[in-house]
Protein backbone atom coordinates (compact mmCIF):
# COMPACT_ATOMS: atom_id res chain seq x y z
CA UNK A 1 0.00 0.00 0.00
CA UNK A 2 1.23 3.43 -0.64
CA UNK A 3 1.95 5.69 2.20
CA UNK A 4 0.34 8.19 0.32
CA UNK A 5 -2.74 6.59 0.02
CA UNK A 6 -2.70 6.65 3.87
CA UNK A 7 -3.19 9.89 3.93
CA UNK A 8 -6.42 10.22 2.06
CA UNK A 9 -9.50 10.82 3.44
CA UNK A 10 -12.70 9.89 0.52
CA UNK A 11 -15.71 12.53 0.65
CA UNK A 12 -18.13 10.93 -1.54
CA UNK A 13 -21.52 12.88 -1.89
CA UNK A 14 -24.63 10.83 -0.49
CA UNK A 15 -27.38 12.55 -2.44
CA UNK A 16 -27.07 9.20 -5.07
CA UNK A 17 -29.11 5.59 -4.88
CA UNK A 18 -27.28 3.30 -2.45
CA UNK A 19 -26.59 1.19 -5.00
CA UNK A 20 -24.64 3.62 -7.03
CA UNK A 21 -22.47 4.81 -3.79
CA UNK A 22 -21.48 1.36 -3.18
CA UNK A 23 -20.38 0.68 -6.91
CA UNK A 24 -18.57 4.55 -6.53
CA UNK A 25 -16.52 3.14 -3.07
CA UNK A 26 -15.89 -0.13 -5.18
CA UNK A 27 -13.84 1.18 -7.73
CA UNK A 28 -11.55 2.85 -5.25
CA UNK A 29 -9.73 -0.70 -4.83
CA UNK A 30 -8.71 -2.59 -1.48
CA UNK A 31 -11.42 -1.40 1.24
CA UNK A 32 -11.19 -1.17 4.53
CA UNK A 33 -8.45 -0.15 6.46
CA UNK A 34 -6.39 1.70 3.51
CA UNK A 35 -7.78 5.03 3.79
CA UNK A 36 -10.88 7.00 5.45
CA UNK A 37 -13.94 6.90 3.54
CA UNK A 38 -16.70 9.62 4.59
CA UNK A 39 -20.57 9.75 2.71
CA UNK A 40 -21.85 13.21 3.01
CA UNK A 41 -25.32 13.44 3.30
CA UNK A 42 -28.51 10.87 2.40
CA UNK A 43 -30.15 8.02 3.98
CA UNK A 44 -28.36 5.60 3.69
CA UNK A 45 -25.57 4.01 5.98
CA UNK A 46 -23.03 2.62 3.98
CA UNK A 47 -20.88 -0.06 6.11
CA UNK A 48 -17.94 0.34 6.25
CA UNK A 49 -17.60 3.73 4.85
CA UNK A 50 -18.47 6.69 7.46
CA UNK A 51 -21.80 7.88 7.00
CA UNK A 52 -21.78 12.06 8.28
CA UNK A 53 -25.34 13.31 8.64
CA UNK A 54 -25.51 16.81 7.26
CA UNK A 55 -27.81 18.93 4.48
CA UNK A 56 -27.50 21.60 2.33
CA UNK A 57 -26.30 22.14 -0.90
CA UNK A 58 -23.61 19.52 -2.37
CA UNK A 59 -20.70 22.32 -0.87
CA UNK A 60 -22.25 22.40 2.24
CA UNK A 61 -22.07 19.17 2.73
CA UNK A 62 -19.15 18.48 1.71
CA UNK A 63 -17.30 21.27 4.06
CA UNK A 64 -19.25 19.31 6.58
CA UNK A 65 -17.19 16.04 5.78
CA UNK A 66 -14.22 17.73 5.10
CA UNK A 67 -14.23 18.87 8.74
CA UNK A 68 -14.58 15.53 9.95
CA UNK A 69 -11.68 13.82 7.69
CA UNK A 70 -8.54 12.81 9.35
CA UNK A 71 -6.70 12.77 5.89
CA UNK A 72 -4.08 15.40 4.81
CA UNK A 73 -5.71 14.57 0.90
CA UNK A 74 -9.47 15.31 0.72
CA UNK A 75 -10.17 13.19 -2.27
CA UNK A 76 -14.15 14.80 -3.69
CA UNK A 77 -15.89 11.71 -5.68
CA UNK A 78 -19.27 12.64 -7.34
CA UNK A 79 -21.28 9.02 -6.90
CA UNK A 80 -21.18 8.91 -10.80
CA UNK A 81 -17.60 8.32 -11.20
CA UNK A 82 -15.88 5.05 -11.22
CA UNK A 83 -11.98 4.75 -11.13
CA UNK A 84 -9.42 2.65 -12.60
CA UNK A 85 -7.37 0.59 -10.15
CA UNK A 86 -4.28 2.35 -8.79
CA UNK A 87 -5.58 5.90 -10.27
CA UNK A 88 -6.16 7.03 -6.49
CA UNK A 89 -2.70 6.06 -5.53
CA UNK A 90 -1.33 8.18 -8.45
CA UNK A 91 -3.40 10.71 -7.60
CA UNK A 92 -2.24 10.78 -4.10
CA UNK A 93 1.31 9.88 -4.92
CA UNK A 94 1.78 13.20 -7.05
CA UNK A 95 1.24 15.48 -4.02
CA UNK A 96 3.31 13.82 -1.90
CA UNK A 97 5.79 13.95 -4.20
CA UNK A 98 5.49 17.66 -5.78
CA UNK A 99 4.79 19.88 -3.03
CA UNK A 100 3.60 22.53 -5.11
CA UNK A 101 0.73 21.09 -5.87
CA UNK A 102 -2.36 22.05 -4.23
CA UNK A 103 -5.11 20.06 -6.16
CA UNK A 104 -5.14 17.07 -8.63
CA UNK A 105 -7.88 15.64 -10.86
CA UNK A 106 -8.03 12.18 -12.63
CA UNK A 107 -9.26 12.29 -16.42
CA UNK A 108 -12.24 11.51 -17.21
CA UNK A 109 -13.96 9.57 -19.85
CA UNK A 110 -16.84 8.68 -20.31
CA UNK A 111 -18.63 5.13 -21.62
CA UNK A 112 -17.48 5.39 -25.49
CA UNK A 113 -13.84 6.01 -24.29
CA UNK A 114 -14.02 9.65 -25.78
CA UNK A 115 -12.55 12.48 -23.04
CA UNK A 116 -15.34 14.38 -20.87
CA UNK A 117 -15.45 17.89 -20.60
CA UNK A 118 -13.98 18.72 -17.03
CA UNK A 119 -10.97 21.69 -17.68
CA UNK A 120 -12.59 25.25 -17.49
CA UNK A 121 -11.22 27.62 -19.62
CA UNK A 122 -11.61 31.53 -19.17
CA UNK A 123 -12.36 33.59 -22.09
CA UNK A 124 -13.09 37.40 -22.45
CA UNK A 125 -15.97 37.69 -24.46
CA UNK A 126 -16.33 40.34 -27.44
CA UNK A 127 -20.19 40.37 -27.20
CA UNK A 128 -19.97 42.27 -24.21
CA UNK A 129 -22.41 40.18 -22.15
CA UNK A 130 -20.08 39.77 -19.84
CA UNK A 131 -16.18 40.63 -19.28
CA UNK A 132 -15.39 37.01 -17.90
CA UNK A 133 -17.25 33.63 -19.86
CA UNK A 134 -16.12 29.95 -19.07
CA UNK A 135 -16.13 27.19 -20.74
CA UNK A 136 -15.42 23.61 -20.14
CA UNK A 137 -13.39 21.45 -22.73
CA UNK A 138 -11.51 17.84 -22.52
CA UNK A 139 -8.21 18.25 -20.52
CA UNK A 140 -5.90 18.69 -23.85
CA UNK A 141 -1.70 17.24 -23.20
CA UNK A 142 0.81 17.93 -25.56
CA UNK A 143 1.88 14.42 -26.31
CA UNK A 144 6.29 13.97 -25.48
CA UNK A 145 8.42 11.19 -23.98
CA UNK A 146 8.75 12.61 -21.12
CA UNK A 147 5.38 14.41 -20.19
CA UNK A 148 4.58 11.79 -17.83
CA UNK A 149 6.95 13.56 -15.15
CA UNK A 150 4.42 15.75 -13.59
CA UNK A 151 0.62 16.30 -14.12
CA UNK A 152 -0.38 19.34 -16.35
CA UNK A 153 -1.29 22.55 -15.00
CA UNK A 154 -4.91 24.86 -15.52
CA UNK A 155 -6.90 26.92 -13.22
CA UNK A 156 -9.44 24.69 -12.06
CA UNK A 157 -11.29 20.95 -13.38
CA UNK A 158 -14.65 19.78 -12.30
CA UNK A 159 -15.24 18.81 -9.13
CA UNK A 160 -16.71 15.20 -10.16
CA UNK A 161 -13.00 13.71 -9.35
CA UNK A 162 -10.86 15.73 -7.14
CA UNK A 163 -8.14 15.28 -4.77
CA UNK A 164 -7.61 18.28 -2.47
CA UNK A 165 -4.35 18.80 -0.19
CA UNK A 166 -6.45 19.69 2.90
CA UNK A 167 -4.37 22.66 3.98
CA UNK A 168 -4.68 24.31 0.35
CA UNK A 169 -8.62 23.21 0.56
CA UNK A 170 -9.07 25.44 3.94
CA UNK A 171 -6.88 28.47 2.82
CA UNK A 172 -9.10 28.62 0.42
CA UNK A 173 -11.89 28.74 2.13
CA UNK A 174 -13.44 25.56 1.16
CA UNK A 175 -16.18 25.00 -1.31
CA UNK A 176 -18.83 28.18 -1.67
CA UNK A 177 -21.82 26.68 -0.73
CA UNK A 178 -24.34 29.23 -2.02
CA UNK A 179 -22.79 28.56 -5.56
CA UNK A 180 -24.29 25.94 -8.09
CA UNK A 181 -23.95 23.59 -10.45
CA UNK A 182 -19.93 23.82 -11.38
CA UNK A 183 -19.50 27.62 -10.84
CA UNK A 184 -18.30 26.54 -6.97
CA UNK A 185 -15.64 23.85 -8.67
CA UNK A 186 -14.37 26.44 -10.73
CA UNK A 187 -14.17 29.15 -7.66
CA UNK A 188 -12.57 26.76 -5.58
CA UNK A 189 -9.62 25.89 -8.28
CA UNK A 190 -8.92 29.69 -9.07
CA UNK A 191 -8.98 30.03 -5.27
CA UNK A 192 -6.26 27.89 -4.83
CA UNK A 193 -4.33 29.00 -7.88
CA UNK A 194 -4.75 32.24 -6.24
CA UNK A 195 -2.98 30.92 -3.31
CA UNK A 196 0.45 30.26 -5.50
CA UNK A 197 -0.81 26.07 -5.23
CA UNK A 198 -0.73 24.04 -8.63
CA UNK A 199 -3.93 23.07 -9.90
CA UNK A 200 -2.95 19.85 -12.21
CA UNK A 201 -5.00 16.91 -13.98
CA UNK A 202 -2.85 13.26 -13.96
CA UNK A 203 -3.66 11.93 -17.79
CA UNK A 204 -2.10 8.47 -15.63
CA UNK A 205 -5.08 8.42 -13.11
CA UNK A 206 -8.54 7.63 -15.08
CA UNK A 207 -12.39 7.98 -14.06
CA UNK A 208 -14.88 6.92 -16.14
CA UNK A 209 -18.41 8.92 -15.60
CA UNK A 210 -21.66 8.46 -16.60
CA UNK A 211 -23.16 12.00 -15.86
CA UNK A 212 -20.61 14.14 -17.97
CA UNK A 213 -21.41 17.51 -17.80
CA UNK A 214 -21.07 19.65 -21.41
CA UNK A 215 -21.33 22.67 -20.25
CA UNK A 216 -22.20 25.23 -17.53
CA UNK A 217 -25.96 25.65 -16.57
CA UNK A 218 -26.47 29.37 -17.91
CA UNK A 219 -27.26 31.54 -14.66
CA UNK A 220 -26.82 35.02 -14.50
CA UNK A 221 -26.76 35.46 -11.34
CA UNK A 222 -23.85 33.27 -10.73
CA UNK A 223 -22.14 34.66 -13.88
CA UNK A 224 -22.21 38.28 -12.23
CA UNK A 225 -20.63 37.21 -9.15
CA UNK A 226 -17.95 35.26 -11.05
CA UNK A 227 -17.05 37.85 -12.73
CA UNK A 228 -17.62 40.93 -9.68
CA UNK A 229 -15.14 38.39 -7.80
CA UNK A 230 -12.35 37.05 -10.28
CA UNK A 231 -12.60 39.71 -13.09
CA UNK A 232 -8.88 41.53 -13.78
CA UNK A 233 -7.56 38.43 -10.97
CA UNK A 234 -6.39 36.41 -13.43
CA UNK A 235 -5.79 36.45 -16.81
CA UNK A 236 -8.45 35.02 -19.79
CA UNK A 237 -6.76 32.14 -21.54
CA UNK A 238 -8.62 33.37 -24.96
CA UNK A 239 -11.01 36.21 -26.50
CA UNK A 240 -14.27 35.01 -28.40
CA UNK A 241 -15.23 37.12 -31.51
CA UNK A 242 -18.93 37.96 -32.30
CA UNK A 243 -18.23 35.37 -34.70
CA UNK A 244 -18.02 32.77 -32.35
CA UNK A 245 -14.37 31.99 -32.94
CA UNK A 246 -11.66 31.85 -30.21
CA UNK A 247 -8.68 33.01 -30.81
CA UNK A 248 -5.57 34.02 -29.29
CA UNK A 249 -6.01 37.01 -25.91
CA UNK A 250 -3.83 39.84 -27.06
CA UNK A 251 -1.47 40.01 -24.32
CA UNK A 252 -1.16 36.14 -24.73
CA UNK A 253 1.65 34.44 -26.27
CA UNK A 254 0.16 33.79 -29.79
CA UNK A 255 1.74 29.54 -30.21
CA UNK A 256 -0.44 29.23 -27.00
CA UNK A 257 -3.21 30.81 -28.18
CA UNK A 258 -3.30 28.50 -31.05
CA UNK A 259 -3.39 25.77 -29.29
CA UNK A 260 -6.38 27.24 -27.49
CA UNK A 261 -8.17 28.18 -30.60
CA UNK A 262 -7.28 24.30 -32.11
CA UNK A 263 -8.77 22.51 -28.51
CA UNK A 264 -11.38 25.28 -27.24
CA UNK A 265 -14.50 23.54 -29.70
CA UNK A 266 -16.66 22.12 -27.00
CA UNK A 267 -20.29 23.28 -27.75
CA UNK A 268 -21.37 26.27 -25.24
CA UNK A 269 -24.35 27.72 -24.75
CA UNK A 270 -22.45 30.96 -24.17
CA UNK A 271 -21.44 31.07 -27.80
CA UNK A 272 -23.11 33.15 -30.59
CA UNK A 273 -26.70 31.27 -31.87
CA UNK A 274 -27.05 30.43 -36.21
CA UNK A 275 -27.90 34.07 -36.62
CA UNK A 276 -24.94 35.57 -35.06
CA UNK A 277 -26.70 36.86 -31.75
CA UNK A 278 -24.22 36.33 -28.58
CA UNK A 279 -27.64 35.65 -26.48
CA UNK A 280 -29.73 32.86 -26.02
CA UNK A 281 -33.24 33.18 -27.97
CA UNK A 282 -35.69 35.74 -26.40
CA UNK A 283 -32.73 36.85 -24.66
CA UNK A 284 -32.75 40.45 -25.24
CA UNK A 285 -29.95 41.88 -22.77
CA UNK A 286 -30.48 44.54 -20.28
CA UNK A 287 -27.13 45.95 -20.55
CA UNK A 288 -27.24 47.48 -24.43
CA UNK A 289 -25.03 50.15 -25.12
CA UNK A 290 -25.58 53.28 -27.81
CA UNK A 291 -22.71 55.15 -28.59
CA UNK A 292 -23.49 58.68 -29.72
CA UNK A 293 -20.93 60.47 -31.84
CA UNK A 294 -21.59 63.93 -32.96
CA UNK A 295 -19.61 65.12 -35.91
CA UNK A 296 -19.23 68.68 -37.31
CA UNK A 297 -16.26 69.10 -40.14
CA UNK A 298 -14.84 65.55 -39.05
CA UNK A 299 -13.84 64.06 -41.53
CA UNK A 300 -9.98 63.79 -41.06
CA UNK A 301 -10.97 61.46 -37.77
CA UNK A 302 -14.12 60.05 -38.68
CA UNK A 303 -13.42 57.22 -40.51
CA UNK A 304 -10.93 55.47 -37.92
CA UNK A 305 -13.33 56.35 -34.92
CA UNK A 306 -16.17 54.53 -36.75
CA UNK A 307 -14.32 51.62 -38.26
CA UNK A 308 -12.59 50.84 -34.61
CA UNK A 309 -16.07 51.47 -32.73
CA UNK A 310 -17.69 48.99 -35.08
CA UNK A 311 -15.15 46.23 -34.81
CA UNK A 312 -15.70 46.31 -31.10
CA UNK A 313 -19.66 46.71 -30.79
CA UNK A 314 -22.20 44.11 -29.17
CA UNK A 315 -24.43 42.22 -31.08
CA UNK A 316 -27.02 44.43 -29.80
CA UNK A 317 -25.48 47.78 -29.25
CA UNK A 318 -25.70 50.43 -31.70
CA UNK A 319 -23.56 53.47 -33.15
CA UNK A 320 -25.52 56.90 -33.74
CA UNK A 321 -24.12 58.97 -35.98
CA UNK A 322 -24.95 62.65 -35.22
CA UNK A 323 -24.06 65.66 -38.08
CA UNK A 324 -24.22 69.20 -37.03
CA UNK A 325 -24.11 70.96 -40.69
CA UNK A 326 -21.12 69.83 -41.39
CA UNK A 327 -19.33 71.11 -44.49
CA UNK A 328 -16.70 69.28 -45.54
CA UNK A 329 -17.71 65.34 -46.95
CA UNK A 330 -18.85 64.86 -43.73
CA UNK A 331 -22.42 63.80 -44.27
CA UNK A 332 -21.92 61.92 -47.61
CA UNK A 333 -19.33 59.48 -46.01
CA UNK A 334 -22.29 59.16 -43.14
CA UNK A 335 -24.93 58.71 -45.80
CA UNK A 336 -22.36 55.85 -47.49
CA UNK A 337 -22.67 53.86 -43.91
CA UNK A 338 -26.51 53.87 -44.00
CA UNK A 339 -27.71 50.46 -44.76
CA UNK A 340 -24.35 49.09 -44.05
CA UNK A 341 -24.55 47.72 -40.52
CA UNK A 342 -27.91 47.57 -38.67
CA UNK A 343 -26.40 48.92 -35.54
CA UNK A 344 -25.66 52.43 -37.34
CA UNK A 345 -28.22 55.16 -36.84
CA UNK A 346 -27.62 58.22 -39.06
CA UNK A 347 -28.73 61.35 -37.63
CA UNK A 348 -28.36 64.53 -40.60
CA UNK A 349 -29.78 67.59 -39.01
CA UNK A 350 -28.57 70.47 -41.39
CA UNK A 351 -27.71 72.62 -39.10
CA UNK A 352 -24.82 73.25 -36.15
CA UNK A 353 -27.30 72.79 -32.99
CA UNK A 354 -23.91 72.85 -30.46
CA UNK A 355 -22.26 69.90 -29.28
CA UNK A 356 -24.45 69.65 -26.19
CA UNK A 357 -27.88 69.07 -27.97
CA UNK A 358 -26.52 67.40 -30.87
CA UNK A 359 -25.48 64.53 -28.01
CA UNK A 360 -29.26 64.76 -27.15
CA UNK A 361 -30.54 64.13 -30.47
CA UNK A 362 -28.39 60.95 -30.36
CA UNK A 363 -29.67 60.41 -27.07
CA UNK A 364 -33.12 60.56 -28.07
CA UNK A 365 -32.61 58.32 -30.37
CA UNK A 366 -30.86 56.07 -29.00
CA UNK A 367 -32.59 52.53 -27.34
CA UNK A 368 -29.50 51.11 -24.98
CA UNK A 369 -29.63 50.91 -21.41
CA UNK A 370 -26.36 52.69 -21.42
CA UNK A 371 -25.26 55.83 -23.64
CA UNK A 372 -21.35 56.61 -24.52
CA UNK A 373 -20.74 60.12 -25.77
CA UNK A 374 -18.00 59.52 -27.90
CA UNK A 375 -16.02 62.71 -29.87
CA UNK A 376 -14.99 61.66 -33.42
CA UNK A 377 -11.52 62.29 -32.76
CA UNK A 378 -10.69 58.92 -30.76
CA UNK A 379 -10.30 55.20 -31.51
CA UNK A 380 -11.19 52.97 -28.88
CA UNK A 381 -10.32 49.82 -28.24
CA UNK A 382 -10.86 45.81 -27.63
CA UNK A 383 -13.19 45.39 -25.00
CA UNK A 384 -13.78 48.90 -23.95
CA UNK A 385 -17.45 49.23 -23.81
CA UNK A 386 -17.46 45.65 -21.63
CA UNK A 387 -14.87 46.62 -19.23
CA UNK A 388 -16.19 50.38 -18.38
CA UNK A 389 -19.63 48.92 -18.08
CA UNK A 390 -18.04 46.34 -15.29
CA UNK A 391 -18.28 49.03 -12.73
CA UNK A 392 -21.73 49.68 -13.12
CA UNK A 393 -22.39 46.56 -10.70
CA UNK A 394 -21.83 49.55 -7.97
CA UNK A 395 -25.28 51.10 -7.75
CA UNK A 396 -23.78 54.34 -6.72
CA UNK A 397 -21.49 54.39 -9.84
CA UNK A 398 -23.40 56.94 -11.92
CA UNK A 399 -20.67 57.82 -14.99
CA UNK A 400 -16.97 56.13 -16.24
CA UNK A 401 -14.60 57.41 -18.59
CA UNK A 402 -11.21 55.92 -19.71
CA UNK A 403 -7.75 56.79 -19.58
CA UNK A 404 -5.80 58.32 -22.59
CA UNK A 405 -3.08 59.93 -24.48
CA UNK A 406 -5.07 63.27 -25.42
CA UNK A 407 -6.86 64.22 -21.83
CA UNK A 408 -6.18 66.26 -19.11
CA UNK A 409 -5.75 65.65 -15.29
CA UNK A 410 -6.61 62.26 -13.75
CA UNK A 411 -7.76 60.64 -17.24
CA UNK A 412 -3.92 61.04 -18.68
CA UNK A 413 -2.57 57.55 -18.76
CA UNK A 414 0.86 58.96 -17.34
CA UNK A 415 -1.17 58.81 -14.21
CA UNK A 416 -2.06 55.26 -13.94
CA UNK A 417 1.37 52.97 -15.20
CA UNK A 418 4.36 52.40 -12.50
CA UNK A 419 6.91 55.31 -13.07
CA UNK A 420 9.54 52.80 -14.71
CA UNK A 421 6.64 52.39 -17.58
CA UNK A 422 8.32 55.03 -19.66
CA UNK A 423 6.69 58.12 -21.57
CA UNK A 424 7.21 57.49 -25.10
CA UNK A 425 4.57 54.37 -25.19
CA UNK A 426 2.66 53.26 -28.55
CA UNK A 427 -0.87 53.02 -27.97
CA UNK A 428 -0.33 49.53 -28.16
CA UNK A 429 2.03 49.61 -25.20
CA UNK A 430 -0.45 51.68 -23.55
CA UNK A 431 -3.44 49.17 -24.09
CA UNK A 432 -1.44 46.37 -23.03
CA UNK A 433 -0.65 47.53 -19.70
CA UNK A 434 -3.78 49.60 -19.15
CA UNK A 435 -5.61 45.90 -19.76
CA UNK A 436 -2.71 43.59 -17.68
CA UNK A 437 -1.81 46.51 -14.88
CA UNK A 438 -4.98 48.00 -14.27
CA UNK A 439 -7.08 45.50 -14.28
CA UNK A 440 -10.73 46.10 -12.68
CA UNK A 441 -8.90 48.94 -11.08
CA UNK A 442 -10.71 52.24 -10.81
CA UNK A 443 -10.51 56.04 -9.45
CA UNK A 444 -13.07 58.45 -8.05
CA UNK A 445 -12.92 61.77 -9.46
CA UNK A 446 -14.58 65.02 -9.59
CA UNK A 447 -14.53 65.64 -13.30
CA UNK A 448 -14.77 63.11 -15.87
CA UNK A 449 -13.35 65.00 -19.40
CA UNK A 450 -16.31 64.54 -22.49
CA UNK A 451 -14.02 62.80 -24.62
CA UNK A 452 -15.70 59.47 -23.85
CA UNK A 453 -18.03 58.79 -21.07
CA UNK A 454 -20.54 56.54 -20.09
CA UNK A 455 -23.92 56.59 -18.25
CA UNK A 456 -26.61 54.51 -17.67
CA UNK A 457 -29.82 55.53 -19.29
CA UNK A 458 -31.68 55.88 -15.85
CA UNK A 459 -29.30 57.88 -14.22
CA UNK A 460 -29.22 60.23 -17.40
CA UNK A 461 -32.62 60.68 -17.39
CA UNK A 462 -32.56 61.65 -13.57
CA UNK A 463 -29.78 64.03 -13.69
CA UNK A 464 -31.04 65.69 -17.43
CA UNK A 465 -29.63 65.18 -20.57
CA UNK A 466 -26.72 68.30 -21.52
CA UNK A 467 -28.00 71.65 -21.51
CA UNK A 468 -28.46 73.22 -24.96
CA UNK A 469 -27.17 76.29 -23.70
CA UNK A 470 -23.52 74.93 -23.54
CA UNK A 471 -23.20 75.56 -27.45
CA UNK A 472 -19.36 74.47 -27.38
CA UNK A 473 -17.35 73.61 -24.36
CA UNK A 474 -18.24 72.78 -20.65
CA UNK A 475 -20.76 69.55 -21.29
CA UNK A 476 -18.70 67.68 -19.52
CA UNK A 477 -18.51 70.29 -16.31
CA UNK A 478 -21.97 70.62 -16.28
CA UNK A 479 -22.91 67.60 -16.58
CA UNK A 480 -19.88 66.28 -13.60
CA UNK A 481 -21.13 68.73 -11.40
CA UNK A 482 -25.13 67.27 -11.57
CA UNK A 483 -24.26 63.56 -11.28
CA UNK A 484 -21.97 64.46 -8.16
CA UNK A 485 -25.02 66.58 -6.79
CA UNK A 486 -27.59 64.18 -7.28
CA UNK A 487 -24.61 61.50 -5.30
CA UNK A 488 -23.30 59.69 -7.57
CA UNK A 489 -19.44 58.65 -8.09
CA UNK A 490 -17.44 59.62 -10.46
CA UNK A 491 -14.84 56.91 -12.07
CA UNK A 492 -12.40 56.53 -14.01
CA UNK A 493 -11.77 52.73 -15.35
CA UNK A 494 -8.05 53.02 -15.95
CA UNK A 495 -8.22 49.55 -17.89
CA UNK A 496 -9.93 50.98 -20.51
CA UNK A 497 -8.20 52.95 -22.96
CA UNK A 498 -9.37 55.56 -25.78
CA UNK A 499 -6.88 56.93 -28.55
CA UNK A 500 -7.97 60.92 -28.72
CA UNK A 501 -6.97 63.17 -30.77
CA UNK A 502 -7.84 66.65 -29.26
CA UNK A 503 -9.98 68.94 -30.54
CA UNK A 504 -9.61 67.84 -34.45
CA UNK A 505 -13.51 69.56 -35.07
CA UNK A 506 -12.36 73.11 -33.10
CA UNK A 507 -10.04 73.06 -35.62
CA UNK A 508 -12.22 73.30 -38.89
CA UNK A 509 -13.25 76.93 -38.19
CA UNK A 510 -11.92 80.03 -37.32
CA UNK A 511 -10.21 80.57 -33.55
CA UNK A 512 -11.97 83.76 -33.40
CA UNK A 513 -15.73 81.97 -33.86
CA UNK A 514 -14.37 78.84 -31.29
CA UNK A 515 -13.65 81.28 -29.15
CA UNK A 516 -17.06 82.68 -29.16
CA UNK A 517 -18.88 79.77 -28.90
CA UNK A 518 -16.86 78.59 -25.97
CA UNK A 519 -17.22 82.04 -24.09
CA UNK A 520 -20.80 82.03 -24.71
CA UNK A 521 -21.13 78.64 -22.92
CA UNK A 522 -18.89 79.32 -20.02
CA UNK A 523 -20.95 82.32 -19.04
CA UNK A 524 -24.16 80.26 -19.58
CA UNK A 525 -22.49 77.85 -17.46
CA UNK A 526 -21.43 80.48 -14.71
CA UNK A 527 -24.84 82.06 -14.46
CA UNK A 528 -26.20 78.04 -14.02
CA UNK A 529 -23.64 77.91 -11.19
CA UNK A 530 -24.38 81.04 -9.82
CA UNK A 531 -28.30 80.74 -10.04
CA UNK A 532 -27.84 77.12 -7.74
CA UNK A 533 -25.34 78.87 -5.29
CA UNK A 534 -27.05 82.21 -4.94
CA UNK A 535 -24.39 85.15 -5.63
CA UNK A 536 -21.27 85.12 -3.29
CA UNK A 537 -21.75 81.70 -2.35
CA UNK A 538 -20.35 79.46 -5.59
CA UNK A 539 -17.40 77.13 -3.94
CA UNK A 540 -14.01 77.40 -5.84
CA UNK A 541 -13.68 75.64 -8.89
CA UNK A 542 -11.08 73.87 -7.53
CA UNK A 543 -13.13 72.56 -4.96
CA UNK A 544 -16.07 71.22 -7.56
CA UNK A 545 -13.81 69.59 -10.19
CA UNK A 546 -10.32 70.12 -8.63
CA UNK A 547 -9.73 72.42 -12.21
CA UNK A 548 -8.26 75.66 -12.60
CA UNK A 549 -9.42 76.49 -16.50
CA UNK A 550 -12.92 77.41 -16.36
CA UNK A 551 -12.81 81.05 -17.13
CA UNK A 552 -15.91 83.02 -17.94
CA UNK A 553 -16.11 86.71 -18.29
CA UNK A 554 -14.72 88.05 -15.31
CA UNK A 555 -18.44 90.57 -15.14
CA UNK A 556 -20.29 87.29 -14.95
CA UNK A 557 -18.29 85.35 -12.42
CA UNK A 558 -17.30 88.33 -10.33
CA UNK A 559 -20.81 87.19 -8.63
CA UNK A 560 -19.89 83.91 -7.85
CA UNK A 561 -18.30 84.59 -4.71
Known amino acids: MSDALSKVSVIIDGEAPSDQIRECISSLGTYPGQFEVLVAGGPAQLEPAQHVLCEGSVGERWNEAAKKAKGDYLFFLKPWVLLNPGALAILAESLEREMEIGACAPLLVQHDGSQAPQEFILLEDECKRRPIDVLLRPVKFGYRPDWQVSPVNGVAYLADAILVRKVAFWGAGGWDGCLENHWMDLTLGLSISELQWRVTCDYRAVGLTADPASDLAFDVNQSIKLVDRWYGRFLPHGLRTSDGVIRHHPWIPIHIGAVLANYQRTPSIHNPRPSGTCHRPGEIPGERCSVVVVTYNSMSSLTACVTS ?31 TDPRIKIVLNGANLGFSEGCNVGIRESCGDYIVLLNPDTVVTEGWLGRMRAYFQD ?9 SNGAYGMQSYSFHFPRNAGDELSPGDIYDLATKVNARRSVDVRLLIGFCVMIPRTILDEVGHLDPELFLGFDDLDLSWRLRLAGYRLLIASDVFVLHRVHVSFMSEPESVTKEHERRSANAFARKLIAHYGEGAVPDQMEIWGIDWFTPEVEVWAKAA
Open 395 to 403: PSVGAVGPI
Open 309 to 339: VIANLGTFDELILVDNGSRDDTPNYLQSLEG
